[in-house]
C-alpha cells in the first residue's frame, strides 16, 4: 500500500490538494486523529482492499503536535512505505486566506491575532517540514494552477488525471444536459436509408465502412481530431477532472456510434484517458 501522509500550514491548500489526489486514484481521509493512524493502516494492510491511501492530518487535530513523532515511528516499525506532502505558503498570503474567508485559525486563541497563530504553527511544524518528501508553495498559484503543479508532480503529466467520456446519443431523444461538447453528425450520410444497413448498428463493422469511407466523414473527422487536440489541454490546464463529449445522430444508432468509438480511440492515442458509451443504440 502507498500511504500520502498531507499536512502543511492551516490555510495553505490542504483541501484542494486531497480533492486533486482523489482524482488520481487515491482514498482520502481529513482530518485523520493521530490516535487512529495505526490501527486504520493495519485494517487497510490486512484486507488489501485499498492501494493508495492519503491521510490529511493537521493541527486542527488536538493532540497533532505531541503524538506526531510517536505516528510517524509506527509507520516506519509497520515498514510502510509512506510520503509527506506539505503544504505552505507566506504569512500574508494565509493571513488574507483567513480574512476573506472569516474563519478562525486552528491555533488562533488566547486572544492570539490571526498572524500570531500562523507564526506558532510555522514555528510547531518545522521538524516536520524537515521529513516532507513534497513541498508546495501555494503563496502564487491559483487552484487550477497548484492541481496542475501536483499533478505533474504525481503522474508526470498533468492531462493524465481528467477523465474523458464520450457518448453517442440520438437528437431525438434528448441532448445528454451532462455535455460539454456536444457534436451534431447529421449532417453527414445516413445508413438508416439502406434497407440491409438499417437494423445493424455503429459497432458492426457494415456501418463502420458506410459512415467512415464517405468523403464527408474524412473531411468532418480531421477538421474535429485537430479541435480536439487543440481543446482538451486547455480543459486540462484550467484544472477540469472530467470532460464530457457527446455525439449525436438522429437515433443514435448508427452514425453517432461509429464516430464516438473513433474519437475515444483518437483521444486515446493521444495520450488521454477516455471512455466511450452509448446511451441510445437499443432504442427503435
Same mark, same amino acid.
Given at each position: 500500500m502507498e500511504l500520502m501522509v498531507v499536512t502543511g500550514l492551516s490555510g495553505a491548500g490542504k483541501s484542494t490538494g486531497v480533492k486533486v489526489l482523489e482524482d488520481i486514484g487515491y482514498y482520502c481521509i481529513d482530518n485523520m486523529p493521530v490516535f487512529l493512524v495505526s490501527?486504520?493502516?493495519? =485494517?487497510?494492510?490486512?484486507?488489501?482492499?485499498?492501494?493508495?491511501?492519503?491521510?490529511?492530518? !493537521?493541527?486542527? /487535530?488536538? &493532540?497533532?503536535?505531541d503524538r506526531l513523532d510517536e505516528m510517524l515511528q509506527i509507520l516506519r516499525n509497520q515498514k510502510l512505505d509512506y510520503k509527506i506532502l506539505y503544504f505552505e505558503a507566506s504569512d500574508e498570503t494565509l493571513e488574507h486566506r483567513y480574512k476573506e474567508t472569516r474563519r478562525n485559525h486552528p491555533l488562533q486563541q488566547d486572544q492570539k491575532t490571526i498572524l500570531q497563530a500562523i507564526r506558532e504553527e510555522r514555528e510547531l511544524l518545522i521538524p516536520l517540514r524537515r521529513r516532507a518528501d513534497y513541498i508546495i508553495d501555494s503563496t502564487l498559484l491559483t487552484a487550477a494552477q497548484l492541481r496542475e503543479r501536483m499533478t505533474t508532480m504525481f503522474l508526470g503529466d498533468s492531462q493524465g488525471a481528467m477523465r474523458i467520456h464520450v457518448m453517442s446519443f440520438g437528437f431525438k431523444y434528448g441532448i445528454p444536459t451532462d455535455a460539454d461538447i456536444v457534436i451534431d453528425v447529421r449532417c453527414l450520410p445516413n445508413p #438508416? #436509408?439502406? !434497407?440491409?444497413?438499417?437494423?445493424? *448498428? $455503429? =459497432? &458492426?463493422? +457494415?456501418? %463502420? &465502412?458506410?459512415?467512415?469511407?464517405?468523403?464527408? *466523414?474524412? $473531411?468532418? %473527422?480531421?477538421?474535429?481530431e485537430a479541435l480536439l487536440s487543440y481543446m %482538451? +489541454? =486547455? #480543459?486540462?490546464?484550467? /484544472?477540469?477532472?472530467s470532460l464530457q463529449i457527446a455525439v449525436g445522430c438522429t437515433g443514435g444508432k448508427h452514425r453517432s456510434v461509429a464516430l464516438a468509438e473513433h474519437f475515444c480511440a483518437f483521444i486515446g492515442r493521444d495520450g488521454h484517458k477516455a471512455a466511450v458509451s452509448h446511451r441510445d443504440i437499443h432504442k427503435n
Open positions: 490501527n486504520f493502516v493495519e =485494517l487497510c494492510q490486512q484486507s488489501n482492499a485499498l492501494q493508495k491511501v492519503a491521510l490529511v492530518i !493537521d493541527s486542527r /487535530g488536538s &493532540d497533532f503536535f #438508416y #436509408y439502406v !434497407d440491409e444497413l438499417r437494423h445493424l *448498428t $455503429g =459497432l &458492426d463493422q +457494415p456501418i %463502420i &465502412d458506410f459512415v467512415m469511407q464517405k468523403e464527408e *466523414t474524412v $473531411g468532418f %473527422i480531421s477538421r474535429f %482538451i +489541454p =486547455l #480543459y486540462c490546464n484550467e /484544472g477540469k477532472n
